[in-house]
């Protein structure tokens, strides 16, 4: 996916991408300090929110292959597996019971499959937004802030379900997140951005160990977050 010269004014903040590439089949990380439009561009590239101008090409990618999910999970006043199911439903995909079931049992929701979803626990809820939005099997998958303020063990089935996928059957993942440990682990590529524009593209070796950017050095500092030695 390739962003040109993309631009959304919002109040006094203004959305200024001049140029992003998103190579497909990679796990992508986006960072930067609050502020600096990361959840902006997210909602543009999800379809959710309108751009004043510019341009995205998505390389073949329609909506119906596109889905996100965010850290607060929007869930329907129904079943865990009406939810679960949902996807399928609306893209007129058959209901395949064993793959419910696969899923069901990855997010350890299998004995919760007939209980009212808004009854489960936030970490549940938030296992079951992000099964959800695999079991359609989509090709691109935004993830915002859906790493955040998870318990660890949420954390790491979140890490397993995204490098099991891109092992099995690599698709495309846009992450943001403040859990840098978290982006330095399952990311290919960390775009890092400023005043609403990606102003540095790198690996997370080069990214988070060896930066030269100093606004990037900057805002790693401020974390308190050490990835040396």
């Given at each position: 996916?390739?962003?040109?010269?993309?631009?959304?004014?919002?109040?006094?903040?203004?959305?200024?991408?001049?140029?992003?590439?998103?190579?497909?089949?990679?796990?992508?990380?986006?960072?930067?300090?609050?502020?600096?439009?990361?959840?902006?561009?997210?909602?543009?590239?999800?379809?959710?929110?309108?751009?004043?101008?510019?341009?995205?090409?998505?390389?073949?990618?329609?909506?119906?292959?596109?889905?996100?999910?965010?850290?607060?999970?929007?869930?329907?006043?129904?079943?865990?597996?009406?939810?679960?199911?949902?996807?399928?439903?609306?893209?007129?995909?058959?209901?395949?019971?064993?793959?419910?079931?696969?899923?069901?049992?990855?997010?350890?929701?299998?004995?919760?499959?007939?209980?009212?979803?808004?009854?489960?626990?936030?970490?549940?809820?938030?296992?079951?937004?992000?099964?959800?939005?695999?079991?359609?099997?989509?090709?691109?998958?935004?993830?915002?802030?859906?790493?955040?303020?998870?318990?660890?063990?949420?954390?790491?089935?979140?890490?397993?379900?995204?490098?099991?996928?891109?092992?099995?059957?690599?698709?495309?993942?846009?992450?943001?997140?403040?859990?840098?440990?978290?982006?330095?682990?399952?990311?290919?590529?960390?775009?890092?951005?400023?005043?609403?524009?990606?102003?540095?593209?790198?690996?997370?070796?080069?990214?988070?160990?060896?930066?030269?950017?100093?606004?990037?050095?900057?805002?790693?500092?401020s974390t308190e977050v050490s990835f040396k030695?």
């Open positions: 996916m390739k962003i040109t010269d993309l631009k959304k004014q919002q109040g006094s903040f203004l959305l200024n991408v001049k140029n992003a590439q998103f190579e497909a089949g990679k796990v992508h990380g986006i960072i930067g300090a609050n502020g600096s439009g990361k959840t902006t561009l997210s909602k543009i590239i999800m379809g959710t929110l309108p751009y004043d101008s510019g341009s995205i090409d998505y390389e073949g990618l329609t909506d119906r292959d596109i889905t996100m999910t965010g850290q607060r999970p929007y869930l329907m006043h129904t079943s865990v597996y009406n939810n679960l199911i949902y996807p399928l439903k609306v893209r007129n995909r058959r209901i395949d019971e064993n793959l419910v079931d696969y899923w069901l049992e990855k997010a350890g929701l299998q004995d919760k499959k007939k209980q009212y979803a808004l009854s489960l626990s936030s970490g549940e809820q938030q296992k079951l937004s992000f099964i959800r939005a695999l079991i359609f099997k989509p090709k691109l998958v935004i993830v915002d802030e859906t790493l955040s303020n998870l318990d660890p063990d949420s954390a790491d089935l979140f890490e397993r379900l995204i490098l099991e996928q891109q092992q099995k059957d690599p698709i495309t993942w846009i992450t943001i997140s403040h859990q840098l440990v978290h982006i330095r682990k399952i990311c290919d590529m960390v775009h890092f951005m400023e005043k609403g524009n990606i102003i540095e593209k790198a690996t997370p070796q080069e990214m988070f160990v060896n930066p030269t950017n100093p606004s990037v050095i900057k805002y790693l500092a030695g």
